[in-house]
């Protein structure tokens, strides 16, 4: 995806132009853009439960002690809701993902209007498990 808006911010003033079904292929756009995950780190232990999609997410650690976040799912606009998720923590210390209020940086999507809520139901099981992770690395 080139020329693809790489902040939130950027990414919200785009998506608050667009309705409906060019929402849905921003969403489609941004899964496409996130960084490969391999499939050998698509386990059972990297998988986000209550998802109705297959979720994955992998946490790797950078030498400064950024957490960074592999990323994957088998639906294409699930897939844009995990980008939108790991732009809120991305490569952040442990320390400013538990004081980031992902589900307020999420708001303004309006996801749960937007989407069913077999797209959005594992949302917060993801946010719960990003969390979880940047607990055990605060430590």
């Known amino acids: 995806m080139t020329d693809a808006p790489t902040t939130l911010d950027a990414i919200r003033e785009e998506y608050e132009f667009?309705?409906?079904?060019?929402?849905?292929?921003?969403?489609?756009?941004?899964?496409?853009?996130l960084e490969a995950m391999p499939d050998a780190l698509k386990t059972d232990?990297?998988?986000?439960?209550?998802?109705?999609?297959?979720?994955?997410?992998?946490?790797?650690?950078?030498?400064?002690?950024?957490?960074?976040?592999?990323?994957?799912?088998?639906?294409?606009?699930?897939?844009?809701?995990i980008a939108l998720v790991l732009l809120t923590v991305?490569?952040?210390?442990?320390?400013?993902?538990i004081a980031t209020d992902i589900p307020a940086a999420l708001a303004p999507?309006?996801?749960?209007?937007?989407l069913s809520s077999n797209r959005t139901q594992g949302i917060?099981?993801?946010?719960?498990?990003?969390?979880?992770t940047a607990q055990r690395y605060a430590a």
């Open 109 to 114: 999507f309006e996801l749960t209007s937007q």
């Open 18 to 33: 667009l309705e409906g079904d060019d929402r849905y292929r921003l969403l489609v756009d941004l899964g496409r853009a």
């Open 124 to 132: 917060p099981n993801m946010i719960a498990l990003i969390r979880d």
């Open 90 to 97: 991305q490569d952040r210390e442990p320390a400013e993902i």
């Open 45 to 81: 232990a990297t998988l986000v439960r209550g998802c109705s999609a297959s979720v994955w997410v992998y946490p790797t650690v950078a030498d400064d002690g950024r957490l960074h976040f592999l990323a994957d799912s088998n639906a294409a606009i699930t897939k844009g809701i």
